[in-house]
């Protein structure tokens, strides 16, 4: 009976300390500023799969010239994907369509995206974009800057 506590005593101690370095993460991914919630997903080989599957939430922060994207539910330090702002070129934006609005968030707009030959998608809110393209066309004199 003794050892059915500990184990379980054992089992609640390592969620908590899962759950505090889930928190602790984020926090020190959002501290520098720049962060939005973004989810991303490889984009589908045609526009009629567009079913909301492989979409991945995450945190995007800028720094520098470069977008940084995490996964929300990792605990790696360093980012999933890195974009650099010349490589970008945005293809177009559009609603979520069929199941997408279940994976994605309510307010959510996605973004086609093009960057380095490969083709990709991010979601984000409506804010969240304004300032992704404000980012984009900000780049500095002499960059070529492609956004839809």
Request: charged share 25%.
């Amino acid at each position: 009976m003794v050892l059915a506590f500990e184990v379980v005593g054992a089992v609640l101690v390592v969620a908590v300390a899962g759950l505090f370095l889930f928190g602790l993460r984020r926090r020190l991914i959002q501290r520098p500023g720049g962060t939005f919630d973004c989810s991303l997903r490889p984009a589908p080989a045609d526009e009629a799969d567009a079913g909301g599957k492989g979409w991945v939430y995450g945190v995007a922060r800028y720094s520098g010239d470069r977008l940084e994207w995490f996964r929300v539910f990792s605990y790696a330090f360093r980012p999933r994907r890195v974009l650099e702002r010349p490589a970008i070129e945005v293809l177009g934006r559009r609603l979520p369509q069929g199941s997408e609005e279940l994976a994605l968030l309510s307010d959510a707009v996605v973004l086609s995206c093009l960057h380095r030959g490969t083709r990709l998608e991010l979601a984000m809110s409506d804010d969240a974009l304004t300032g992704f393209l404000a980012w984009l066309e900000a780049a500095p004199p002499g960059q070529r800057v492609n956004v839809a």
